[in-house]
Nanobody, 117 residues
Framework: QVQLVESGGGLVQAGESLRLSCAAR????????MGWYRQAPGKQRELVAT???????NYADSVKGRFTISRDNAKNTVYLQMNSLKPEDTAVYYC???????????WGQGTQVTVSS
């Protein structure tokens, strides 16, 4: 059974930083593109960043230059370093694993990030 467990969310002020972590269990980590998505109240879930098993990353325009996604395949963990946070970054952040061979998608429970102005 695949489990994705997020941590690191919280309440910060604008301009501050947070680091999210997602520990993955029950999957072949290196075979999965890992991603972070977010959903603000009343809005659809949107892509924040993804990173392939080989380390190729992709970012939403709204976070380019501020957020960095990384992964540690030895620890089965993906990270999202978020700097210069803005109130519009407030959302529930979800970890995603997509198997590059089967296209199976798995989601974490989400972690709340709140940025006050």
């Amino acid at each position: 059974q695949v489990q994705l467990v997020e941590s690191g969310g919280g309440l910060v002020q604008a301009g501050e930083s947070l680091r999210l972590s997602c520990a993955a269990r029950g999957l072949i980590f290196s075979s999965n593109t890992m991603g972070w998505y977010r959903q603000a109240p009343g809005k659809q879930r949107e892509l924040v960043a993804t990173i392939t098993g080989g380390g190729r990353s992709n970012y939403a325009d709204s976070v380019k230059g501020r957020f960095t996604i990384s992964r540690d395949n030895a620890k089965n963990t993906v990270y999202l370093q978020m700097n210069s946070l803005k109130p519009e970054d407030t959302a529930v952040y979800y970890c995603n694993a997509r198997n590059q061979f089967t296209d199976r998608n798995d989601w974490g429970q989400g972690t709340q990030v709140t940025v006050s102005s």
